[in-house]
């Protein structure tokens, strides 16, 4: 059974680094890995690979930034061809970026069956690009492999048939299991000269609604200075937001550079490894990612959310996250009290359990028998 795998930026490849490593154990099947090139940076992409031991892509497509209808666009002329010569019996697709909604659209078009790795999840906001490029995924995947139980339900309300929905578990979390002993002998605190026992905090920030208004970003970098009076908090800093930071007055240091004992420190993105490993040990962490809400939900780590809303419920009832908005007053205080009071340690979600990748994958062979029988 021949399955093509695309992925396309940072978070894709932390999905599929498990998945394609339970393909390997099957000999029944053939993958093919494909990345789109939307992330291109070392430290966006090759530093994810090496990291997670993911084999090097088949191809490159190597469609780089642009708008999103450009980038769609670029994945989807050039994917077809690979398509046509490969035809793969599954492409699979990851997460929720332009390069997973135009694979499913290539795909679906070319009569190839589709499966969507984190179908569901549903923020009920059209203003996110997230959201469209879930909605239209999801419409158009065969086998849908949710993370949380309101993926079942959200597919469900939207009349997806029940026997395409494999509520599986979350490939993320089985990235971030296996890559434990990795992780936990990351260099990142010596390099920082930071105490893991102390007390700090990770901030990320990139989406669109965050960090392209000047004013509200300006905002919310105030606010978080202000939270960081007495402790270091790292901004590892995507490069989308690089530019746009360039204009406020932040503290920067490179990956090596020690950390100062308190205030808001930017710094290039960090690696998986060290990224994770930081976050473990972490104080509190403040992000607007979707990924980072799973990540802490699983390490039991204080998370505040900055966005009005969240496709991952779970993590709130289950996890350690409070969704909290932007308002700077609010993540001052919220954070405060995070500290104060941090949110006792819970039960993980059910099936995060290092297992998902394996569910998904007796989930496409068995799709295969049905299509053979
Ligand atoms: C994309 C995803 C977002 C995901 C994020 C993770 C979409 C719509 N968005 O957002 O859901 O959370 O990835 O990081 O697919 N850039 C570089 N180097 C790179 C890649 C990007 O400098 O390797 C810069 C470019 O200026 C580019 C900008 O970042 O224009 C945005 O990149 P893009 O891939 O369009 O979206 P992200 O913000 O990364």
């Not at 490969?86 to 795909?107: C, F, H, I, K, Q």
């Not at 490069?239 to 950390?259: D, F, N, Y």
Request: some cysteine; proline content about 8%; aromatic content about 4%.
């Amino acid at each position: 059974m021949k399955v093509l795998n695309v992925v396309g930026a940072r978070p894709n490849f932390v999905k599929i680094a498990p998945l394609l490593r339970e393909m390997a154990k099957r000999p029944q099947i053939d993958p093919v890995l494909v990345h789109t090139g939307q992330h291109y940076d070392a430290q966006m992409s090759d530093g994810f690979f090496d990291a997670l031991a993911i084999p090097a892509p088949d191809v490159n497509l190597g469609v780089g930034s642009g708008s999103h209808a450009q980038q769609t666009a670029e994945v989807m002329k050039r994917l077809e061809p690979v398509l046509e010569v490969v035809r793969p019996d599954v492409v699979l697709v990851v997460g929720d970026v332009n390069s997973t909604v135009a694979a499913a659209l290539v795909a679906t078009k070319l009569g190839i069956r589709v499966g969507h790795v984190e179908a569901g999840l549903r923020s009920f906001d059209r203003s996110m690009p997230e959201e469209i490029n879930r909605l239209v995924t999801d419409a158009l995947a065969d086998d849908l492999f949710a993370t949380e139980e309101s993926g079942v339900m959200n597919l469900a309300r939207e009349g997806v048939p029940a026997e395409r929905v494999h509520f599986v578990g979350n490939v993320m979390i089985d990235a971030l299991r296996l890559a434990k002993p990795l992780w936990q002998g990351a260099t990142v605190f010596r390099d920082l000269g930071l105490d893991p026992q102390g007390r700090y905090g990770v901030v990320t920030l990139h989406r669109p609604s965050n960090v392209d208004d000047p004013r509200r970003l300006r905002e919310m970098v105030s606010a978080l200075q202000e939270l960081a009076r007495d402790f270091p908090l790292v901004f590892p800093v995507h490069p989308r937001v690089r530019t746009r930071l360039a204009r406020e007055s932040v503290a920067w240091r490179t990956p090596k550079q020690p950390l100062p004992a308190r205030g808001l420190v930017c710094m290039d993105p960090l690696g998986y490894l060290d990224f994770v490993a930081l976050v473990s040990r972490a104080s509190i962490v403040l992000t607007d990612s979707g990924g980072i809400q799973e990540e802490t939900t699983m390490l039991g780590v204080p998370c505040l959310t900055l966005r009005e809303n969240t496709e991952r419920p779970v993590t709130v009832t289950h996890g350690t996250n409070r969704v909290i908005g932007t308002a700077p007053r609010r993540i001052v205080d919220e954070g405060l009290r995070a500290l104060a009071n941090p949110p006792l340690p819970q039960a993980p979600p059910p099936l995060w359990d290092g297992h998902a990748s394996a569910r998904i994958v007796d989930v496409l062979l068995g799709v295969a028998i049905e299509a053979a029988a």
